[in-house]
């Protein structure tokens, strides 16, 4: 086997990982990341992110060759066309996205070689805060219960250190429990 | 113009839309929904949602036909292979596209006709909180802008209004603002 088959643990370059960590460790500045959307409303309850571009490690990014489109709509019952999963459900992915790779960049740290990582998430809703009829039930979901299961080389107990470490390192997770400073501004010409 | 054209605005059908309003005002355990998602690990960054069932209304809806499939994936400098978008920035799109659509039905029930709805939005991060690299940043963006364009035929002071009202039902602006309680539970065989 070679040197760099034996760096690749979960598809992750591990010895790229470190070396990484090793750079923002040294340069701090270079830890400055800006990420970044646009949405374009094209009817109803359909609209369109577009995201490509953004900032890392001391200049903007030329490495994304194309960029993604990103549709939302709505079911019928919340009086759409169903042209894309709806934003609730996105915030969703985006915490079963986030937490997933944060367990599998973790066990690679942690010579874990993993075989499946799975996730469910639901998140309950009174939808009378969102639709403006009742002003007590919150907009959002009251509460979102993740369940993963995450197998591997790896004892149980290893196996839920990783998690757990995912979990406390994990982006998303942090903006979804904690909350994050929104500032909007509007043009309208 | 028959009565059934005068209804849909902005493509929203208004009529239905006050329709399911004054239901839920009337019977308001429909208003209990459940939206859910399931993710699975394909390799290094990249994981896949696929988002189809939920609960809204008293039942298991059957409308949808088919699922989302949703990829994610991290950039080259975050270990990836581009394979989508990346978590946070699924978060971002989530956020944009709820706060689009709540702002194309507040202004429908508002018989404001929009012509163009469009948004930025930027997410700061200093990405030593989520390495591990260093205790004191946190994982997630430490703030969130969003731009809106918004034009219409109405004053500007009306789309203001509307923008207002919108951020104020947010679902997913509520959550991102605000947080939510998330249970995560473990299995590993």
Redesign the interface.
């Known amino acids: 086997m070679s040197v760099i088959t034996d760096t690749v643990r979960?598809?992750?370059?591990t010895e790229?990982?470190f070396a990484?960590?090793d750079l923002?460790?040294a340069q701090?500045e270079l830890?400055?990341?800006?990420?970044?959307?646009?949405?374009?409303?094209l009817?109803?309850?359909?609209?369109r992110?577009t995201?490509k571009e953004?900032y890392?490690?001391g200049g903007e990014?030329t490495?994304?060759?194309?960029a993604?489109q990103?549709d939302?709509g709505?079911?019928?019952?919340?009086?759409?066309t169903?042209t894309?999963?709806?934003?609730?459900?996105?915030?969703?992915?985006?915490?079963?996205?986030?937490?997933?790779?944060?367990?599998?960049?973790v066990a690679a740290a942690r010579k874990v070689e993993?075989t499946?990582?799975?996730?469910?998430?639901?998140?309950?809703?009174?939808?009378?805060?969102?639709?403006?009829?009742?002003p007590e039930?919150?907009?959002?979901?009251?509460?979102?219960?993740?369940?993963?299961?995450?197998?591997g080389n790896a004892p149980?107990e290893k196996?839920?250190e990783v998690?757990e470490?995912a979990?406390k390192?994990?982006?998303?997770?942090?903006?979804?429990?904690?909350?994050?400073?929104?500032?909007?501004?509007?043009?309208?010409?």
């Not at 490495?63 to 194309?66: A, M, N």
């Not at 999963?85 to 599998?104: D, F, G, K, R």
């Not at 039930?137 to 197998?151: A, K, L, Q």
């Not at 390192?169 to 010409?189: C, E, F, I, K, Q």
Request: aromatic share 8%; glycine share 8%.
């Open positions: 979960n598809g992750v370059d790229r990982m990484t960590l923002i460790k701090p830890a400055k990341f800006q990420f970044r959307a646009t949405n374009r409303w009817g109803g309850a359909h609209n992110s995201i953004f890392a490690a990014d490495s994304r060759i194309q993604f990103i939302a709505e079911p019928a019952i919340l009086l759409g169903d894309g999963a709806n934003p609730a459900e996105y915030l969703l992915h985006a915490l079963a996205a986030c937490l997933t790779t944060s367990i599998v960049y993993l499946s990582v799975e996730s469910t998430l639901t998140g309950e809703m009174d939808v009378r805060g969102a639709l403006g009829v009742d039930p919150r907009n959002g979901f009251e509460r979102i219960s993740v369940s993963f299961r995450v197998t149980e196996l839920r998690v470490r979990r390192r994990s982006a998303v997770y942090d903006m979804v429990t904690n909350g994050v400073p929104v500032a909007l501004d509007v043009a309208t010409d």
